[in-house]
DNA sequence: AGGATTACTTTACATGGTTATATATTGGGT
DNA sequence: ACCCAATATATAACCATGTAAAGTAATCCT
């Protein structure tokens, strides 16, 4: 599999990544995901965590920008949104300018509820860690910004 | 948030990780995993392609210890089994020494499979690997190990 | 022999993703 | 001014895959 891209100078590198690292990426990375997912931090599930900082990210923000940023769909969305509305931790009114729009905001409990969950310890991923070397951590956190590029919805 | 380990002289070391880095972990690995097992390359789920890798690792696999090995419920997997004999790509059977277990290996078709799987194109990753540079793919190649590790369900 | 244990399956449920369809609002053309 | 198209969100129905709890069959132990 040949992977292609332009480099600074605007020259094209074609690349070989063997096809047995490419399906060890795609299942770590899908295992991690799963079990990342599946940690509840004592309440919230990982979508609703997640939704929640987007919306801290662009409030006030629009059901669709939060799809758009979340790259899901947008029902997928709304559901999400009920729920959060439900449990008081985030606030949903018309735009007044189009009240087609959704004008989606933290509520001050969800916003407490957003930095408890930046303050809390995150167990599971802090134990596992806890098995890395040095070297290992410092290298898993280097690569993060990387980690971060592959899955930004910003870029093609 | 503090994280220890046993260094390999058996002394421990405390190590800060800042609350926002894990955040940061935790979120990108969750969307990263989430995307990469929604690629059904063409037919399989996620689910189920790596259930039949573990098959493969481990044939011949009893269905407690897949569960183990894919670090889910044995449920999860029964269900999963069912629906891979369906396709033809599993063979299940009694072990005569102990009818309680189950005797999972691939069928022919089944390693067939996993061998177009293995020389698939993995195409979402493969695109979105090309916004790399060369040196961010090989950083992730690099921790590719790490990440091995971090969700390696025989350490404790 | 018979009860406890083991291994797997069945059942029932929750979450969160999807697509297709419905509803409400806005804006534009004549 | 009115109607139609487009837009933003919501609803409905479906699917996959995780769980926990209860059921079944086989084995083991005394």
Known sequence: MT????????????RRIRHEDLVRLRMTLGRLGRVLRQQTDDGLSYALISLMFAIHRMQPASAGDLATSEGVSPPSVTRSLNRLVELGLVAREAD???????????????????????????????????????????ALLGVLPVLELLCDPELP
Chains 1, 2 share one sequence.
């Open 3 to 14: 992977v292609t891209r332009s480099t600074n100078g605007g020259r094209r590198t074609a």
């Open 96 to 138: 007044p300018l189009d009240r087609r729009n959704a004008v989606i905001s933290l509520t001050p409990a969800g916003e407490q509820e957003r930095q408890r969950i930046l303050r809390s310890r995150e167990v599971w991923l802090s134990d596992h860690l806890a098995r890395l070397t040095d070297e290992q951590l410092h």
